[in-house]
């Protein structure tokens, strides 16, 4: 089944072809003379950098249109051109790789990106046309030569791995550079229209400001994007679509602008919902607001007498419903109509909030957790508990041994969640027997309430009266309580996300508005989700628009399932209205980490985040970095946890709510400097 941005992806790559992108890859655009750095208004030159992994400055469809457009694709690259060096035509210059164009480089540079990836002898023959390429004047003896210089360079041949190592390890971040060099404002924009213009800069060169009627849309296109008004932004696709008067309608290159255009367009859509559901929070009161956290704005970790936004449907739990039949996945997205089947998990760690931050070396492995390991993760991420048994959530996680009571350590499977089966584990951590016990559990909402959610904001719904939405990882307060007190379906003796028995928390959460999976650009949105922890209710799958559950059923009076033996472990099933538990939630890459330390001795330091719960002096220097009044809690709550998002957001055009010592680098916040 195709992921949003797989459709995006097809739509953008459909029809063109190797004839097309051999055509593009002849035409290269180096304006003369030189363009200067680019001035401020306040008169300081722009000294903005690009992100230090281009994964962070474009979106995926970007990126892989500019790998169709610039190598081809391997097939392309090993069937026809064979990794030899070709001259692809018009102005361009011997070309070896994936598009490197050894006529617009010089020698020095050349040496740089390519010696550690061919031997000294190609090195040298390759260098010695370093600088040539087929333009003006005696352009037609200098054809004759390019095409001799390609029978005679014939034997050398680039592999596709070197190849796009080079392009992914060098060129691509080279340009990205240039891009920023030229348009530091691209910072603010969306990944997919950063990689619509650095597409554009791969044959025009940044070229925003360069004189002559040749150059008139790129030169507005770098007004519109300095201004960042988004008005002027959207005539970016229309400036785009008009280049195409340069080398015809039916060109290879006029295809590529209308790719581009397409491309931005897609940004500015999934950024003007995102903007749209800000004006109508900012005007509708706080309740489901991402514009919390404001400079100025003060903590808050009290809950409030406010009715919860995310309870499942009464029918959803209803004890003599018949059971729900298991998710198939159809092939809607393909033709054009969506249904809860097409609710998927994001198959790309980068691209999820969850798991952007992670090392990903320990995925999917199996390793033994002990208790040593989970308080290595409390203290990495500096969270406030309450005492007694510690409750853990690991999302995307299994137990190949199944269920596991009152043991020394528990063996655990790193795995992804797919918003219908039970993918992950909870579990009691007692501290004073030094004691563990873990089962399968969910701790994401159900396929239904993604598509509801999606459906909702779809049709216009106001942020606050959304339904589903995914907890993000963190330490949480939860409390014995009952949910959906007083309506059909009420359970007894839960956990309430809460402070008190009756009460509901402030928390911040993910909704999926734009499509049908969680990904980094998705909003976070403060709201009083009742996100509790429950039985799933049903013989299949479970019933949750965002809470976390385990197999198991309230029915007739009792509880039943593992929901019923995990209520024991915990303690809950002996605990008062009101008692206070403290929840970590993370994910079970999270815990491989906390495991490589003990066995592997990798820096515990690499561990180190701040989230919801985390408290300490580092969430007091991070508050202060935000501009947030003080807080004497020193606690990460929903306004700090906003307050970074919006920094993101506002700096990389993403967010994922933690705070890592990479993150740190990447704000120049300098939380994590010792």
Same mark, same amino acid.
């Given at each position: 089944?195709?992921?949003?941005?797989d459709?995006?992806s097809?739509?953008?790559?459909?029809?063109?072809?190797d004839?097309?992108?051999?055509?593009?890859?002849?035409?290269?655009?180096?304006?003369?003379p030189?363009?200067?750095?680019?001035?401020?208004?306040?008169?300081g030159?722009?000294?903005?950098?690009a992100?230090?992994?281009?994964?962070?400055?474009?979106?995926?469809?970007?990126?892989?249109?500019?790998?169709?457009?610039?190598?081809?694709?391997?097939s392309?690259?090993?069937g026809?051109?064979?990794?030899?060096p070709?001259w692809?035509?018009?102005?361009?210059?011997?070309?070896?790789?994936?598009?490197?164009?050894?006529?617009?480089?010089?020698?020095?540079?050349?040496?740089?990106?390519?010696?550690?990836?061919l031997?000294?002898?190609?090195?040298?023959r390759?260098?010695?046309?370093?600088?040539?390429?087929?333009?003006?004047?005696?352009?037609?003896?200098?054809?004759?030569?390019?095409?001799?210089?390609?029978?005679?360079?014939?034997?050398?041949?680039?592999?596709w791995?070197?190849?796009?190592?080079?392009?992914?390890?060098?060129?691509?971040?080279r340009?990205?550079?240039?891009?920023?060099?030229?348009?530091?404002?691209?910072?603010?924009?969306?990944?997919?229209?950063?990689?619509?213009?650095?597409?554009?800069?791969?044959?025009?060169?940044?070229?925003?400001?360069?004189?002559?009627?040749?150059?008139?849309?790129?030169?507005?296109?770098? @007004?519109?994007?300095?201004?960042?008004?988004?008005?002027?932004?959207?005539? &970016?696709?229309?400036?785009?679509?008009?280049?195409?008067?340069i080398?015809?309608?039916?060109?290879?290159?006029?295809?590529r602008r209308?790719?581009e255009?397409?491309?931005f367009?897609?940004?500015?859509?999934e950024r003007?919902?995102?903007?749209s559901?800000?004006?109508?929070?900012?005007?509708?009161?706080?309740?489901?607001?991402?514009l919390?956290?404001?400079?100025?704005?003060a903590?808050?970790?009290?809950?409030?007498?406010?009715?919860?936004s995310?309870?499942?449907?009464?029918?959803?739990?209803?004890?003599?419903?018949?059971?729900?039949p298991?998710?198939?996945?159809?092939?809607?997205?393909?033709?054009?109509?969506?249904?809860?089947?097409?609710?998927h998990?994001?198959?790309?760690d980068?691209?999820?909030?969850?798991?952007?931050?992670l090392?990903?070396?320990?995925?999917?492995s199996?390793?033994e957790?002990?208790?040593?390991?989970?308080?290595?993760?409390?203290?990495?991420?500096?969270?406030f508990t309450?005492?007694?048994?510690?409750?853990?959530?690991?999302?995307?996680?299994?137990?190949? !041994?199944? @269920?596991?009571?009152?043991?020394?350590?528990?063996v655990v499977?790193?795995?992804?969640?797919?918003h219908r089966?039970?993918?992950?584990?909870?579990g009691?951590?007692?501290?004073?027997?030094?004691?563990?016990?873990?089962?399968p559990?969910?701790?994401?909402?159900?396929? *239904?309430?993604?598509f509801?959610c999606?459906?909702?904001?779809?049709?216009?719904?106001?942020?606050?009266?959304?339904?589903?939405n995914m907890?993000?990882? !963190?330490?949480?307060?939860?409390?014995?309580?009952?949910?959906r007190?007083?309506?059909?379906?009420?359970?007894?003796?839960?956990?309430?996300?809460?402070?008190?028995?009756?009460?509901a928390s402030? &928390?911040?959460?993910?909704?999926?508005?734009?499509d049908?999976?969680?990904?980094?650009?998705?909003p976070?949105?403060?709201?009083?989700?009742?996100?509790?922890?429950?039985? !799933?209710q049903?013989?299949?799958?479970?019933s949750?628009?965002?809470?976390?559950?385990?197999?198991?059923?309230?029915?007739?009076?009792?509880?039943?399932?593992?929901?019923?033996?995990?209520?024991?472990?915990? !303690?809950?099933?002996?605990?008062? *209205?009101?008692?206070l538990?403290?929840?970590?939630l993370?994910?079970?890459?999270?815990?491989?980490?906390?495991?490589r330390?003990?066995t592997a001795?990798?820096?515990?330091?690499?561990?180190?985040?701040?989230?919801?719960?985390?408290?300490?002096e580092?969430?007091?220097a991070?508050q202060?970095?935000l501009?947030?009044?003080?807080?004497?809690?020193?606690?990460?709550g929903?306004?700090?946890r906003?307050?970074?998002?919006?920094?993101q957001a506002?700096?990389?055009?993403?967010?994922?709510?933690?705070?890592s010592?990479?993150?740190?680098?990447?704000?120049?916040?300098?939380?994590?400097?010792?």
């Open positions: 089944m195709q992921t949003p941005s459709v995006l097809c739509r953008l790559l459909a029809g063109i072809t004839a097309m992108v051999e055509e593009s890859a002849a035409y290269r655009e180096d304006p003369a030189p363009l200067p750095p680019p001035v401020l208004e306040s008169g030159l722009e000294n903005a950098q992100p230090a992994d281009w994964r962070d400055a474009i979106s995926n469809a970007g990126y892989t249109l500019i790998v169709r457009w610039e190598t081809g694709g391997r392309y690259y090993e026809v051109i064979k990794g030899r070709i692809p035509g018009y102005a361009s210059g011997i070309t070896i790789g994936c598009g490197f164009d050894l006529g617009y480089h010089e020698r020095g540079p050349f040496l740089e990106e390519w010696g550690g990836r031997g000294a002898a190609d090195l040298e390759l260098g010695g046309v370093v600088g040539f390429k087929t333009v003006a004047p005696d352009r037609a003896l200098k054809v004759g030569r390019a095409k001799e210089l390609v029978r005679r360079l014939a034997d050398i041949v680039v592999p791995p070197v190849a796009i190592e080079q392009f992914e390890g060098a060129k691509l971040p340009l990205l550079g240039q891009l920023y060099r030229a348009l530091p404002e691209v910072a603010a924009l969306h990944p997919h229209c950063r990689a619509a213009l650095l597409s554009l800069l791969f044959n025009r060169g940044a070229a925003f400001r360069a004189e002559g009627e040749r150059f008139a849309e790129m030169r507005a296109i770098g @007004a519109a994007v300095r201004s960042g008004e988004p008005r002027e932004l959207a005539r &970016v696709p229309g400036l785009l679509r008009a280049m195409k008067r080398w015809g309608s039916e060109s290879s290159l006029a295809r209308e790719d255009a397409v491309l367009e897609s940004g500015l859509q003007g919902t995102l903007e559901l800000n004006r109508e929070q900012q005007e509708g009161g706080l309740e489901g607001s991402v919390e956290g404001a400079p100025g704005s903590e808050q970790h009290e809950d409030l007498p406010v009715e919860p995310d309870e499942t449907d009464e029918r959803d739990e209803q004890e003599d419903q018949p059971p729900a298991p998710y198939q996945p159809d092939d809607g997205l393909e033709s054009g109509s969506l249904s809860a089947a097409n609710v998990w994001n198959p790309r980068d691209e999820h909030p969850d798991y952007r931050h090392d990903r070396t320990a995925a999917f199996s390793f957790l002990t208790p040593a390991d989970l308080d290595l993760l409390i203290e990495a991420n500096a969270f309450q005492s007694g048994r510690l409750l853990f959530a690991l999302r995307g996680a299994a137990l190949p !041994g199944g @269920a596991q009571v009152d043991a020394a350590s528990i499977t790193d795995q992804r969640p797919d089966n039970f993918r992950c584990v909870m009691a951590y007692d501290r004073d027997r030094r004691r563990l016990s873990a089962f559990a969910s701790t994401v909402p159900n396929a *239904h309430y993604v509801r999606f459906t909702l904001a779809s049709q216009g719904t106001a942020p606050a009266n959304l339904t589903g907890l993000p990882t !963190g330490c949480y307060t939860y409390a014995v309580g009952t949910h007190a007083g309506q059909a379906g009420e359970i007894p003796t839960v956990l309430r996300l809460s402070n008190s028995a009756t009460g402030r &928390v911040l959460v993910l909704r999926s508005i734009a049908l999976q969680y990904d980094r650009f998705d976070f949105l403060v709201a009083t989700p009742a996100d509790n922890i429950h039985p !799933g049903l013989s299949e799958g479970f949750s628009a965002g809470c976390l559950t385990l197999p198991g059923r309230f029915a007739g009076g009792s509880h039943s399932g593992v929901w019923r033996d995990f209520r024991a472990a915990s !303690g809950l099933d002996r605990a008062h *209205h009101g008692e538990f403290s929840l970590m993370l994910t079970g890459l999270d815990a491989a980490a906390a495991t330390v003990r001795g990798t820096d515990p330091a690499s561990l180190r985040r701040l989230r919801h719960g985390s408290k300490g580092r969430v007091a991070l202060a970095a501009g947030l009044a003080p807080d004497n809690s020193r606690l990460v929903p306004i700090t906003a307050a970074l998002v919006r920094r506002s700096v990389l055009g993403w967010a994922d709510g933690i705070h010592p990479a993150m740190d680098g990447l704000l120049g916040l300098r939380v994590f400097t010792d």
